[in-house]
């Protein structure tokens, strides 16, 4: 079945950087678009980005343009999140979710367990 | 910005019949889709394409669309089902992923 397993979550200071990695099995990776939701304590779902299931194309929330990267590894089943200048409202468990075959149209039937990333000094 | 807008919360009794709406400019012409979500536990979605049951779904969630608005209808509620749902869908450009802020359905 569909597996999702996101790793390098961590305590970081302010303004630091951070990588997280979402290890994929059980479906055809590289047919797929991927996406990160993020989740803070005690509210609510935000979508984060998204990845054609080619890397061709990458679109991302407001609240991170500029600052976070979404990129694929299809060989290693694998989507990343790059995070630079990292703010305290970006502390928040962050969900891998698996979109739909190609890219279009935006939804996630399948959901990692989550990681918690914590930004605080 | 784009902007889904759910009711905070819900409740209703045990075998009663729940409603949670979600509203949005855009959702005549893109499709919604909705998450349940239990207390630590990530995301499950029970409704796609506006009206359309995942396998494995109970037939006591169902969704229906009209207008501006679309409604997650759970019948005959259980207590399992008390948790926190989240509609969702894309802006008009079908770029940007768009939620509503979520509403927790309480079983009393």
């Known amino acids: ?121 | 910005s784009y902007e889904l807008t759910q009711p905070p919360s819900v409740s209703v009794s045990p075998g009663q019949t729940a409603r949670i709406t979600c509203s949005g400019d855009a959702l005549p012409k893109r499709f919604a889709y909705w998450y349940q979500q239990r207390p630590g536990q990530a995301p499950v979605m029970v409704i796609y394409k506006d009206t359309e049951r995942p396998a494995g779904v109970p037939e006591r969630f169902s969704g229906s669309i009209s207008g501006t608005t679309v409604t997650l209808t759970i019948s005959g509620v259980q207590a399992e089902d008390e948790a926190d749902y989240y509609c969702q869908s894309a802006d008009s450009s079908n770029t940007y992923v768009v939620f509503g802020g979520g509403t927790k359905l309480t079983v009393l």
């Open chain 1, 1 to 121: 079945q569909v597996q999702l397993v996101e790793s390098g979550g961590d305590v970081v200071q302010p303004g630091r950087s951070l990588r997280l990695s979402c290890a994929a099995s059980g479906f055809t990776f590289d047919s797929y678009g991927m996406h990160w939701v993020r989740q803070a304590p005690g509210k609510g779902l935000e979508w984060v980005a998204v990845i054609w299931y080619n890397g061709s194309n990458k679109y991302y929330a407001d609240s991170v343009k500029g600052r976070f990267t979404i990129s694929r590894d299809n060989s290693k089943n694998t989507v990343y999140l790059e995070m630079n200048s990292l703010r305290a409202e970006d502390t928040a468990v962050y969900y891998c979710a698996r979109g739909a075959v190609g890219g279009t149209p935006h939804y996630f039937d399948s959901w990692g367990q989550g990681i918690l990333v914590t930004v605080s000094s």
